[in-house]
C-alpha cells in the first residue's frame, strides 16, 4: 500500500499551489480520503475530505472558500487545490485513506508547502 504526495513548495502569500496523492496496493473507490496537515508543535489539523462513493467534501473552516478537494477513481489520485494562500497554511501536508465500512486506514509521508514572500 502507498500514499505518494507530491505538489508541494514554496509559494507567495495569495498564490496558489495544487497537492497530490497518488495511492496504490488497495480499493481507492472504496475509501474516503483526507487532507491533513501539522505544524511542528502542533496536532494534526483535518483540512479536506472528500467520500466514496458519492463524492461529498467538507473543509475546515480556516480553508472554505480557498480549497478544493477532488479525486479520480480511475487514476487513484486525490487533490488539493489551494488557492489565495495564506502564511499561517505553512505545514506539512498528509493524505489519509481510511475505509468507510471496516476502519483501516493508510498515510501518506506528507508533502511540505511553505507560504512565504
Known amino acids: 500500500v502507498q500514499l505518494v504526495e507530491s505538489g508541494g513548495g514554496l509559494v507567495q502569500p495569495g498564490g496558489s499551489l495544487r497537492l497530490s496523492c497518488a495511492a496504490s496496493g488497495f480499493t481507492f473507490k472504496n475509501y474516503h480520503m483526507r487532507w491533513y496537515r501539522q505544524t511542528p508543535g502542533k496536532e494534526r489539523e483535518l483540512v479536506a475530505a472528500i467520500i466514496s462513493p458519492g463524492g461529498n467534501t467538507n473543509y475546515a473552516d480556516s480553508v472554505k472558500g480557498r480549497f478544493t478537494i477532488s479525486r479520480d477513481n480511475v487514476v487513484n489520485t486525490v487533490y488539493l487545490q489551494m488557492n489565495s494562500l495564506k502564511p499561517g497554511d505553512t505545514a506539512v501536508y498528509y493524505c489519509?485513506?481510511?475505509?468507510?465500512?471496516?476502519?483501516?486506514?493508510?498515510w501518506g509521508k506528507g508533502t511540505l508547502v511553505t507560504v512565504s514572500s
Open positions: 489519509n485513506a481510511r475505509n468507510g465500512y471496516n476502519g483501516v486506514e493508510y
